[in-house]
């Protein structure tokens, strides 16, 4: 574990030194997918108490980088290309069609409610409060498909994507949430226009999937 972790040596708290460490350590690649991060072992490299450790490893299972498994405790969340590849690829064959669906139907009650998710992302700074926003705007798009089944599908994919979500994030920095492209479906979704709205929810997925993507080739 000692030679794995790197960072800075001064922060304003212990919590955020450790948090900052681990971070880096899990992003890069240098910390892989299922290391048991022990508290006795990461306050001991570290020279922090236990208390900054526990504090730091909640923070970090907040934004979808550490996983807490029954009778393990903390390990290193175990999240791939191929399985982020998978769920953007579920969530545009769906997404596309449920919004199409929906777009005749929405009331100008519905457009007002995703504007003010829209705004409520923009003051969100937790990640889990800040995936949840981004669900629920989306479901409000697709809300009058009039299709349960395929709005049940959805609604799934979406609570599964929130990991990804949280975990791309992290990465890359709240600023890659595209809201530019949330408020431009929503437009064209309360003007009528279909295939432009759609056009926009794809573009949006693919960008989001291409940048992913490019995170863990980077990565190596």
């Given at each position: 574990?000692?030679?794995?972790?790197?960072?800075?040596?001064?922060?304003?708290?212990?919590?955020?030194?450790?948090?900052?460490?681990?971070?880096?350590?899990?992003?890069?690649?240098?910390?892989?997918?299922?290391?048991?991060?022990?508290?006795?072992?990461?306050?001991?490299?570290?020279?922090?108490?236990?208390?900054?450790?526990?504090?730091?490893?909640?923070?970090?299972?907040?934004?979808?980088?550490?996983?807490?498994?029954?009778?393990?405790?903390?390990?290193?969340?175990?999240?791939?290309?191929s399985d982020a590849a998978d769920s953007f690829a579920i969530r545009r064959?769906?997404?596309?069609?449920?919004?199409?669906?929906?777009?005749?139907?929405?009331?100008?009650?519905?457009?007002?409610?995703?504007?003010?998710?829209?705004?409520?992302?923009?003051?969100?700074?937790?990640?889990?409060?800040?995936?949840?926003?981004?669900?629920?705007?989306?479901?409000?798009?697709?809300?009058?498909?009039?299709?349960?089944?395929?709005?049940?599908?959805?609604?799934?994919?979406?609570?599964?994507?929130?990991?990804?979500?949280?975990?791309?994030?992290?990465?890359?920095?709240?600023?890659?949430?595209?809201?530019?492209?949330?408020?431009?479906?929503?437009?064209?979704?309360?003007?009528?226009?279909?295939?432009?709205?759609?056009?926009?929810?794809?573009?949006?997925?693919?960008?989001?999937?291409?940048?992913?993507?490019?995170?863990?080739?980077?990565?190596?």
């Amino acid at each position: 574990m000692a030679r794995l972790l790197d960072a800075p040596p001064r922060w304003r708290t212990a919590t955020e030194y450790v948090e900052a460490t681990l971070k880096a350590a899990i992003l890069e690649g240098r910390l892989a997918a299922g290391t048991p991060l022990r508290q006795d072992d990461i306050a001991r490299d570290l020279q922090v108490s236990r208390m900054p450790v526990r504090e730091a490893l909640r923070q970090l299972e907040a934004q979808a980088l550490v996983d807490s498994v029954p009778h393990k405790g903390a390990v290193v969340t175990d999240i791939s290309a191929s399985d982020a590849a998978d769920s953007f690829a579920i969530r545009r064959g769906l997404e596309v069609v449920a919004l199409r669906l929906s777009i005749p139907n929405l009331t100008a009650e519905d457009g007002v409610a995703a504007a003010a998710l829209i705004d409520a992302m923009e003051e969100e700074a937790d990640p889990g409060q800040l995936g949840q926003l981004n669900r629920r705007f989306h479901m409000a798009l697709y809300a009058r498909a009039g299709r349960p089944r395929l709005l049940g599908l959805v609604d799934r994919e979406l609570a599964v994507f929130d990991r990804y979500l949280r975990f791309f994030l992290a990465a890359q920095g709240r600023e890659r949430m595209a809201q530019q492209d949330h408020r431009a479906m929503l437009a064209a979704a309360r003007a009528g226009e279909v295939q432009q709205a759609a056009e926009v929810l794809e573009r949006h997925i693919d960008a989001a999937a291409a940048a992913m993507a490019g995170f863990f080739a980077g990565r190596g």
